[in-house]
């Protein structure tokens, strides 16, 4: 069983910039997708970014697509998000999460959704505010 946690969260001027982690232990990251959402009150929950761990696939929401960057480093079994310019929009609690991917195939509508991801983390709260 994968067990996620997450940190880097915090308080940051609109336009600035954080990096989020996403620490993975139990297993391998090996054949995974590991997935970004955010969960802001009163809004829906919204798959911002992922990653498969073995093809090296990417997904971005249009909302953050250009200014978020996610990235993994499987020796250290850690995933990341550079999130950078910022907006009051952005403030959220933000949680990894993982797929695992029993055999080859597309998964981008799992990482906008969050379907059938599971070891979700405990979020981090990220605040953007003046």
């Known amino acids: 069983q994968l067990q996620l946690v997450e940190s880097g969260g915090g308080l940051v001027q609109p336009g600035g910039s954080l990096r989020l982690a996403c620490a993975a232990s139990?297993?391998?990251?090996?054949?995974?997708?590991i997935g970004w959402f955010r969960q802001a009150p009163g809004k829906k929950h919204e798959g911002v970014s992922c990653i498969g761990t073995s093809d090296g696939y990417t997904y971005y929401s249009d909302s953050v697509k250009g200014r978020f960057t996610i990235s993994q480093d499987k020796n250290k079994k850690m995933v990341y998000l550079q999130m950078n310019s910022l907006k009051p929009e952005d403030t959220a609690v933000y949680y990894c999460?993982?797929?695992?991917?029993?055999?080859?195939?597309?998964?981008?509508?799992?990482?906008?959704?969050?379907?059938?991801?599971?070891?979700w983390g405990q979020g981090t709260q990220v605040t953007v505010s003046s």
């Open positions: 139990g297993r391998t990251l090996d054949y995974y997708a």
């Open positions: 999460a993982a797929l695992f991917l029993v055999s080859p195939r597309s998964y981008g509508s799992n990482c906008a959704s969050g379907a059938d991801f599971t070891s």
